[in-house]
């Protein structure tokens, strides 16, 4: 068997981790713009070897790990160069674009619209972990546009890493996604923000950070060079939750202002049932 | 020795289990108004007897860690019931108010003002833990007013537990801690509001959130009782803070709308740094 991971870091060194583990006999290609992530990837045994575009025609499986951005561009050229019988999956974290991006694609077929709900804050090659995927969730889109032996290779592949899939359409994942992920990490990017720039000048002031502050502003370590595209894809639905965050946000700071504590509690009260919604969350190990 | 610990939840019952660990011998004793509360602490053998005021004349030592609005009103009362040779600590996560409300009480000196930052997201004596405290910081204030050998017996058991100390006044206190404390709580119960709101009938879609959310979700669960009297009493500070994140918030999703990329990466390239920052943060373990 031959798979090839584009884009080496955190979500494809991870894929490619697993797809090692099951399959030892595996010939693992990696491809990736920088030289350095794609020299890390070897010396840590993630990938076999270097390739290039050439090297997918006779591949039985193609992971797409790119930022956003370079996989509407790239997608297309994948596509050209992979034989009849290669999948193409992708683990981007907006849908819609990257569907139209091969919408008319001649090897349509081939491809599969994946977004792996796995991650950590961290990227890169060296944060690659075996195990990231199991127990999460793969979303597939557009189904039906993938051959059908096609969508058995990539099933039973999603199923030996031990994720569960969901079916949805382009358009309702980026909404929905929207809400339980991008802005998560804008409230935690900003969070961190107000507080750094509030504090700039009194660093012992962390001191007095504890875990709660710890947890909120996790995600503000991400990538920025992932995140940017992301926002920049999704940007109606992502102004449309930030729109409705900063609204609640106004209305708890007026009830505060207003003295009306009696609706503060209220509102933390309503919110108390995220406890049951999280219990279905899997946790990342760390 | 004896112990008395007013309002056994997660901070008290927790320093009750670490006093227990350190000196077997003491007896500690329980006051709380929830009558459950203190059947289940006798039954996880968190307390040794319940108890009430006139418990604490002869206790070497009375830990209070009750809501902050019930803290002010029962303060001048445990300092009257207390002996002329009893330390006096608590927990509140205010400082101000609480100082103010024994600046005049006749033993003044029998009182330290302690805010440790330890906790989870849980409460009640079900959630004390023991060793909650190792490796976290415990705020004092205003420790020139207490007398010098209570300071003495106070850091003896701090240091056993393994908190480091930081001294601060209770006006620095509540201005740093609306940063890096309350927050993070109004952040997390607002994304919290904002995801529920929006997907209130489809439950489904939190298959989608993935370990991103979970963490900046997580103070969401926190009580509302006892969140509800600290934004109370710190209630200058913390609007403050939540007008300084909704207008971060708001010129991110201005660079979102007006296309201007280069500028959001900038802002989130400019908060990686809290990496840094966060690599002092002493984690609680769960």
């Known amino acids: 068997m031959k798979v090839a991971v584009i884009g080496i870091g955190l979500i494809g060194g991870s894929f490619a981790r697993d797809v090692k583990k099951l399959h030892p006999e595996v010939t693992i290609v990696g491809l990736d713009k920088n ?67 091969v919408a008319e694609h001649p090897k349509r077929r081939n491809f599969m619209a994946c977004h792996p709900i796995a991650g950590t804050e961290f990227s890169g090659p060296s944060a690659a972990l075996e195990g990231l995927y199991d127990g999460k969730t793969m979303i597939i889109c557009e189904v039906e546009k993938t051959a059908f032996k096609l969508q058995e290779r990539a099933l039973a592949i999603f ?22 992920s991008h802005l998560s990490h804008i409230s935690s990017f900003m969070l961190g923000k107000t507080v750094i720039e509030k504090e700039k000048n009194e660093r012992d002031i962390f001191d007095m950070a504890g ?36 609204q609640n946000l106004t209305t708890f700071k007026e009830l505060i202002q207003k003295n009306d504590f009696e609706n503060v509690h209220l509102e933390m009260s309503n919110t108390n049932k995220i406890k049951q919604i999280l219990k279905g969350i899997p946790l990342t190990k760390k």
Not at 67 to 93: R, Y
Not at 159 to 165: E, N
Not at 212 to 235: C, H, Y
């Open 35 to 101: 030289q350095t992530h794609l020299d890390e990837a070897i010396e840590l045994q993630i990938i076999d070897v270097k390739g290039d575009l050439d090297a997918l025609a006779d591949a039985d499986m193609v992971y797409v790990s790119i930022p956003v951005n370079a996989m509407v561009h790239e997608l297309p050229k994948i596509l050209d160069a992979v034989g009849d019988d290669t999948l193409v999956m992708d683990a981007g974290s907006t849908k819609r674009l990257i569907c139209e991006s």
């Open 159 to 180: 199923q030996a890493i031990g994720m569960r899939i969901r079916y949805m359409n382009p358009e309702a994942h980026d909404k929905h996604i929207a809400y339980v």
């Open 211 to 246: 875990s709660g502050f710890e947890s909120t502003v996790r995600l503000a370590k991400s990538s920025p060079d992932m995140w940017t595209p992301i926002f920049e894809q999704n940007k109606d639905n992502v102004v449309e939750t930030l729109e409705e965050y900063i």
